[in-house]
């Protein structure tokens, strides 16, 4: 019997999931929410870019959603530039009695000693209250930096250090929130975007250092940030739109973990927006982009994983593999214990089966 679901978010990553929810046969899209009024009254299938007609129209209520009564929502409405806002949407289908996977809030994605007490005790008591369960994901910070270490690092006799890299040429993505107010690319080097803030950095990428350290049963006594930009030779177009000359066009930044005063959990980022910018820095052995992670121990290892599609490029690829992970979690949030779900509990997800 397929599982009931609701979706909310036909953006970048939203409008990918919302394309599986409609095509994968383990799951009956019973609703779908949107925040632009322009989408409202839509086709689930004609949002999603699909040439199928579900039946299914888009709403602007997340009550109206609720209403539809489903077994699970997939929750894929913006995050980064709402924390608040995402986190009460995830409330309300919690405390609805509705199971929720999504992409946002990622303070959610391993919240202990990341997020308030108060703030997880509300999560707790909603998933208790109402017998439901969530679970947040992504690729970086997700899968890419929790549950590939841990797959490898569960080969080593020892491991003194776990690296996790995304190298990317971020020209081809189109999501101008994401590339101009939080990356601060096309943007003076002297004006710090929202990611450059103090603190921003060890906040986002918080969740991963906690899984990580609690999954490998260490204590971070302290987080250390490290940020660079480099301007723009001349003035340049990408998807998202004109970067000026001398402007923000390539950013590497570090978040490290500190355990007895040496990096044992590192998260780095190099992002360019044209492939000849520093080419001092670390790139990818192939493509325009992919995630690497680096275990330092006995073996070591350096994986790299590459994403590609045949309906667009490694920055495509990559948001599908997001989606991927948190529809394809759904039956096993649906169907596992209450609380919230992390990598560290979940089962194996095997994916929606093999098609040849």
């Keep these: 019997m397929a599982i ?19 095509e994968d046969p383990r799951f009956e899209l019973v609703g779908l929410s949107v925040s632009t009024p322009e989408k409202v009254g839509k086709d689930a299938g004609e949002l999603a870019g699909l040439d ?47 199971n929720v996977v999504g992409s946002a809030p990622g303070g959610l994605q391993y919240p202990w000693n990341v997020m308030p007490e108060k703030t997880i005790t509300k999560i707790d008591a909603a998933c208790a209250d109402n017998d439901v369960s969530l679970f947040i994901s992504g ?77 490998f049963g260490v204590t971070i006594d302290e987080v250390k940030e490290h940020h660079e930009s480099e301007p723009a030779p001349e003035t340049f177009d990408i998807a998202a739109g004109t970067i000026e000359k001398g402007t923000r066009a390539a950013v590497r930044f570090e978040i490290s973990g500190m355990v007895d005063g040496k990096p044992a959990i590192v998260i780095e980022h190099i992002t360019r927006l044209r ?45 599908v593999a997001g989606a991927g992970r948190i529809v394809n979690a759904i039956p096993a949030v649906v169907d596992g214990p209450t609380g919230i779900r992390t990598t560290l509990d979940l089962p194996l997800i095997k994916g929606p089966g093999l098609t040849p």
């Design 139 to 215: 690729v970086d910070p997700g899968f890419a930096n929790d549950l590939i270490p841990f797959a490898f690092a569960g080969t080593c006799q020892r491991v003194t250090q776990v690296r996790c890299l995304e190298l990317a040429d971020y020209a081809t993505y189109d999501g101008s929130t994401v590339m101009f107010d939080v990356m601060g690319f096309g943007k003076p080097l002297d004006e710090s975007p929202m990611l450059f803030l103090p603190g921003i950095l060890g906040m986002a990428w918080g969740t991963t250092l906690q899984i990580l350290a609690d999954g």
């Design 275 to 319: 492939d000849d910018l520093r080419p001092d820095w670390k790139r990818p052995s192939k493509g325009g982009g992919c995630y690497r992670v680096e275990i330092t121990g006995e073996p070591s290892y350096e994986v790299e994983i590459i994403p590609s599609s045949t309906k667009g490029d490694h920055n495509h690829a990559a948001i």
């Design 52 to 98: 199928t007609t579900t039946g299914i129209t888009a709403v602007d209520s997340l009550d109206a959603l609720i209403a539809t009564k489903p077994d699970c929502a997939v929750y894929c409405a913006m995050g980064d530039t709402r924390p608040i806002e995402s986190f009460n949407d995830v409330l309300a289908l919690l405390s609805a009695g509705i």
């Design 4 to 22: 009931r679901v609701a979706h909310v978010g036909t953006g970048n990553v939203g409008r990918l999931a919302l394309t599986q929810l409609i």
